[in-house]
């Protein structure tokens, strides 16, 4: 199932720059990971924002719970979830 994330990132203000750093690299890496697998099918950066939106590509709502709740980032996100399916006009095959 493809699912659109929205996330917002709201580090606090007073959280020491060297424990934000390690949690940032381990987010990045376990990101990078579920990319890899192709669970994590895009992201972007909002522009003039500290957010992402992304698109999962995953089982369903059981595992999408599940990767987004082990994100080392994610006790400082605010999240938002839309499921999507293909659209009847698309010309992309690959979409599901």
């Known amino acids: 199932m493809l699912f659109k994330v929205e996330m917002i990132v709201k580090l606090p203000v007073d959280m020491p720059k060297e424990i934000a750093d390690d949690i940032k690299l381990r987010e990045k ?5 579920l990319q890899t ?3 994590w099918r895009h ?6 924002s500290y957010a992402n939106v992304s698109i999962f590509d995953v089982a ?20 938002r979830v839309d499921a ?7 010309i992309r095959e690959d979409d599901k």
Do not use: F, T
Not at 29 to 33: A, D, G, L, M, V
Not at 84 to 90: A, M
């Open 84 to 90: 999507l399916c293909r659209h009847p006009s698309s």
């Open 60 to 79: 369903g709502n059981a595992e999408l719970h599940d990767i987004l709740s082990a994100l080392p980032l994610y006790p400082y996100m605010e999240i």
């Open 43 to 48: 992201i972007w950066r909002v522009a003039g």
């Open 37 to 39: 697998q192709g669970k």
């Open 29 to 33: 890496q376990y990101s990078q990971e």
